[in-house]
């Protein structure tokens, strides 16, 4: 078993930073592939980046590509999506993942793949 807690969502001016930071307890967090996915109000909760067990390779939905960045440190169990040049538009519940699936033998935008999930972190980009 796997817990995950999501921290430092809050409220932000259009084009400001936050940091988000999911840390983890329970078995050990170097086995797991993590991802960021979102929810806005009223869509489907989808795909933002995912990072590789070692963190040497990353991926990002287009969206976020060259604001977003995310890492982990694996000494401290924690995984963090940095978010730059904020839009209205990423404005959403922000959660984090785990999954011991191989990161070959998925998709990014497979949320069924991924078996453990944190209760999420609110994001609110104001225009």
């Not at 401290?76 to 990161?103: F, G, H, I």
């Amino acid at each position: 078993q796997v817990q995950l807690v999501e921290s430092g969502g809050g409220l932000v001016q259009a084009g400001g930073s936050l940091r988000l930071s999911c840390a983890a307890s329970g078995r050990t967090f170097s086995n797991y592939n993590m991802g960021w996915f979102r929810q806005a109000p009223g869509k489907e909760r989808e795909f933002v980046a995912r990072i590789s067990w070692s963190g040497s390779s990353t991926a990002y939905t287009d969206s976020v590509k060259g604001r977003f960045t995310i890492s982990r440190d694996n000494a401290k169990n924690t995984v963090y999506l940095q978010m730059s040049s904020l839009k209205p538009e990423d404005t959403a519940v922000y959660y984090c993942a785990a999954t011991a699936r191989s990161w070959y033998l998925m998709r990014p935008e497979d949320l069924q793949h991924y078996n453990y999930w944190g209760q999420g972190t609110q994001v609110t980009v104001s225009s």
